[in-house]
């Protein structure tokens, strides 16, 4: 996945219920997140019907760099977004917890939805109770800086620099860099070496950083303006 840099500082809590206010849902979750850490939803639910509430169905809807981890229960689909709840009698509740990890840029929001689907026995159709959050980050545990220039003049080399950091006080592990440059672009160094621009870093101990450089010229008859892409992305393993 891509990394673009859980703490927690401070939690709200929203409570809404809905379908005939047969159940209400309570979410607890972080208002701040540094980007790369851990982020755990507490989500409760409630009958408030004097009847039982069945078929039970949990959907989340995630953000795009939020990556799911673990949950109190085990998801029905490979996607891992959809839990079958168990039912409720009159007055009882529930509760699951979320987790996973939420990557981000800095002073960006990421939004979260979380719906319930469910049926009362005395009826023959669903109703759904549904409540969100936003989160904002405002950190990243994993800065990238990326440096390259606006404007070059024609037979100019040009540098492009990264630079990673890793904030954390665990090792980051299973990194890659990769630049995708076109035909327009004529290699001059590479630091470190590496072939098709393509940069393995097998770990990044905590507070560390390491960074490539690359340099080059570019043939305006080519490609004016210059198309270039830099991404960074950590390849995950199963116990990660």
Known sequence: ??????????????????GKDSLKVSLKGPKRHIAGENITWDLSYENLDQVALTNLELVAEYPAGFYFETAGIEPINPEHTVWRLADLVAGQSGAI?????LYGEVDSKADF?????????NF????KAEIGA?????????PITLTVPEKINDGD????????????EMALENIFFGFE???????????????????PIPKLEPKQKT??????????????????????????????
């Open 157 to 168: 080399e040009v540098e492009l620099k990264v630079v990673l950091e890793n904030k954390s």
């Open 181 to 199: 440059l076109g035909q327009s672009f004529t290699k001059v160094s590479l630091t470190p070496t590496t072939t098709d621009y393509l940069w």
């Open 113 to 121: 939805n979380f719906i319930i689907h469910y049926r009362p026995a």
């Open 124 to 127: 023959s159709s669903d109703f």
């Open 134 to 142: 936003s989160v904002e980050i405002n950190d990243a545990l994993y």
């Open 97 to 101: 917890a979320l987790s996973g990890q």
């Open 211 to 240: 960074e490539i450089i690359v340099k080059g010229k570019i043939d305006p008859a080519v490609a004016n303006p210059f198309p270039w892409r830099f991404r960074l992305w950590r390849e995950l393993t199963k116990n990660t």
């Open 1 to 18: 996945f891509l990394l673009v840099g859980a703490t927690v500082a401070g939690f709200f809590i929203f409570d809404r219920g809905s």
